[in-house]
């Protein structure tokens, strides 16, 4: 879940193929769709609930109806779900989150997007991973969801990246812990669709490097390890992964061994990586995200460069 405590760089503006396709007919009407939002707006009281947390943060007016159309483990505690949004009035920028409406669940759920725009235009989907918790919309992901059920969602989040062709190139650092990793992973995707399209139309933004340093308890709790390795591989003068392990129990494996660091990430990483030319986005547990964004101030890094989104 996420909760937006930001500092947004003010440069920055603004398979399941088959199974998918088959659930392109979203049947969910619109008195139906806007009795699930109010009722769920007004029953989700708990001071800790991401709406409260969330009140001052910019969400976009439109909730669309979604329908799940992939589902599966992406970790021993993390289920991932992919969701059909038909609705051509929904879009998202690479790093933003949204409000998770559940049919007969009055909490409303805050989960970070980790897929990229591109594959929203391109097959109308969004993917989610959620981390099993004692908390209603979490369970419910676990417990009850199953292929074809019908939420709702609504965008929002001031932590993201979406520079036009025409910005300035900046390389990215991106810093995550456990299920931080989420909204980082966006980020990522989007970064290495703009890197394809300026390679393949010799026009477009221009990616600088960008280096990922990504932590959790030990390598089966390190989500998307296989996506991000691709990614590296892809673009190996272009992006690069530091994987951190402060748990691990078990043997790594031969293919994960040379981008695997038992222990935290260190501040020393982290500062080796500074320039007036980079972008700091920060995303894990808030003591996680503290330490690192006040490092980077302390390192006399622009406010306007760092960038920060704690989940709970």
């Known amino acids: ?5 930001v500092m947004v760089p003010g440069l920055l503006r603004s398979s399941v193929g088959t199974i998918c396709a088959q659930a392109a007919s979203l049947r969910l009407t619109s008195g139906a769709l806007r009795h699930l939002t109010l009722t769920s707006i007004m029953k989700s009281k708990r001071k800790t609930d991401h709406l409260e947390r969330t009140a001052n943060v910019i969400r976009r007016e439109v909730v669309s109806a979604a329908k799940v159309c992939g589902a599966a ?22 790093g933003q989150w949204v409000d998770f409406f559940i049919p007969g669940v009055s909490v409303v759920g805050g989960f970070s997007i980790c897929s990229s725009p591109r594959l929203l235009k391109q097959e109308r989907m969004i993917e989610l991973a959620v981390k099993y ?14 292929l074809d059920s019908e939420v709702a969602v609504r965008v929002g989040g001031e932590f993201f990246f979406d520079p036009q062709p025409a910005d300035a190139s900046r390389n990215l650092v991106l810093i995550a812990g456990g299920v931080g990793i989420n909204p980082l992973l966006s980020i990522l995707r989007h970064a290495a669709d703009l890197h394809r399209d300026r390679v393949n139309k010799g026009s477009g933004y221009e990616v600088g490097t960008i280096k990922l340093f990504y932590s959790a308890k030990n390598t089966s709790e390190l989500l998307f390890k296989q996506n991000i390795l691709d990614l590296v591989n892809e673009f190996p003068e272009k992006i690069a992964c530091s994987l951190h392990v402060t748990k691990q129990t078990t043997q790594i494996s031969a293919e994960l061994q040379p981008y695997i660091t038992e222990g935290r990430i260190t501040e020393k990483e982290i500062r080796d990586h500074i320039s007036k030319e980079t972008l700091f986005y920060i995303c894990g547990p808030p003591p996680m995200t503290d330490f690192f964004s006040k490092q980077l101030e302390n390192s006399h890094v622009p406010k306007e460069h760092i960038c920060f989104e704690k989940w709970w």
């Open 1 to 5: 879940m996420a909760c937006a405590a």
């Open 73 to 94: 483990a992406e970790s021993p505690s993390v289920k991932r779900l992919h969701l059909l949004v038909a609705d051509k009035d929904f879009s998202f920028k690479a």
């Open 133 to 146: 918790a004692n908390h209603p919309p979490a369970l419910w992901i676990h417990n009850q969801c199953t």
